[in-house]
């Protein structure tokens, strides 16, 4: 066998910048293929591991769960995807296989799964590698230099609209228009919601109306916020803030559900009596399944859905980290290798 | 048109026996019906109007929204039940019929809803008025003398198995063995599932396995939690009590639901790292519709299933209401007319 060598770009302890780094691949497993990478978007939680905000990041540490790449070795058991082959890679990079999730096509709920910067090394660099399952076909149609944030940003989005089974009829609310929250709207325009976009950011009002959302609120607007209490069948926080949840609770319709994908520090104060008397409910939910992103990537194919990214060298990651931490990302960053 | 006097059991004040009391109805709606009431169950909510606990109790106030009985009168639109048919009434007297959730069967949810009890006078009485829809076709299968429980504290557990698609397959957890948690036992272990009581009363365990429980968990006892962790896939709540609730989350499998019909004083702590991690959600809803009120009719009748009711005259209703405020209950009081 030859030596498969890593070339990437890593973090050596918790405050230093990243630096070059390679290391060598164990031999591939019958089920893995790896990945060229061809670009590697930035995610908040990339971030998050470097600076060991979680405290299980190993340095050196790797991070990178949002490539788009080609696949450049296959194990002879891998299946659906081939050497030549564009694909992506996410959050995910293995799972079981053989558990009640998996075997149900949940992969996302697999309790074994491997995670892509957890414990092992990500896509800032020219290889990645990951179990055949995870490795989602990547179609012409969609720009690869682009596609990288739909694998983790996109997906965990999307997810949840397959899953709490939302309807082109219903209203939707967005919190937060960032990384996720503009995938949201264009997502939720396309899907045939009725489209709200909250934020606090009143400049930001025209570009989600642009992105697909069919008002703004300012939630910070107490007669805003009146105005539409009652009405949205559900609403999708993307933010990592802890917010007036009650506020929020009054804006939805009966049967509606508060649904939050980021990590909000504090716990969401879920009431009995909200809860009950407007069959209301408060979820979660993680990244989605083999077949759910391939589903997201096929909408995305057709609806022309692609993140607003700014394009970095991954020699200047550190730059685009810098420009990341100062909250100035429009609305995602992409390392090209 | 004859004068309607209803002969009733009133609370004057929240502090003060109930004492007979006579009052007059209006006249018959085109769309309404009076039964004449034959048995009436005792709820927690009747309790908690008569003391004004909520403080929108009005004097003199009859209580009762557990009524089993017969159609005496019907107004010339009333649809679906006719003179001489029985009845059973619940928590919800009238609907508008005509908003969207009215008009999606899901009367349960329209913001009109009008209460048996609220602004009006209840069951604990000779006759009740409802609009025809939420008069709900008793069958002679079922036994009149203990169905009324069913028509509150029974849809009530009901409702969510079918809003929240409980399946078979299922293993779900019932919190608190009362009024309401021993008919979920019932209900769930017809409904095909593995079924969990939850407890901390250890003589209520064989009772419990007797109402359909394949196992008890003490939930003060943290081992017991700790080794169904990650099992069951619906918790429902039936308490008025602020639990250990992140200890229940944990014993959610992926995907699960903490449900709670019980009006809990306490927000329910939904924290973003579980609701995220194990896709879990905290929900909550109120009785069901008179389709699913139908529905558990027809699944009572089938499967037998009843209330286990201890019985009083209307004439010792205070008697009846000291028994159930020292907790005596086993499992359900029904005042016979």
Known sequence: MSKTIVKAYAAVAADKPLEPYEFELPELGPEQ??????????CHSDYSMIHNDWGFTRYPFVPGHEVIGTV????????????????????????????????SGEHNLCRQNEYTIVGRNGGFADKVRCHWAWA??????????????????????????L????????RVGVIGIGGLGHLALQFLNKWGCEVTAFTTSPDKAAEAMAMGAHSVVNSKDENSMAAIAGSLDMI??????????????????????????????????ASAGALIGSQLSVSGSPLGSPATTRRMIEFCARHKIEPITEQFDLRDVNDALEHFAAGKARYRLVLKM
Chains 1, 2 share one sequence.
């Open 33 to 42: 293929v790896d990945i060229q990478v061809a670009y590697c978007g930035i």
């Open 72 to 103: 450049i070795a296959a194990g002879e058991m891998a299946r659906g995807v081939k050497v030549g082959d564009q694909v992506g890679l996410g959050w995910f990079a293995g799972s079981c296989m053989h558990c009640l999730h998996c075997l």
């Open 136 to 161: 989602t076909p990547i179609p012409a149609a969609v720009d690869s230099s682009k596609a990288g944030p739909l694998l983790c940003g996109g997906i965990t989005v999307f997810h949840p609209l």
């Open 163 to 170: 899953e709490l089974n939302i309807r082109p009829t219903h």
């Open 236 to 269: 999708l926080n993307t933010t990592d803030a802890n917010l007036p949840w009650p506020a929020y609770m009054k804006a939805l319709a009966p049967g509606g559900i508060l649904h939050t994908v980021g990590m909000v520090p504090d716990p969401i104060p």
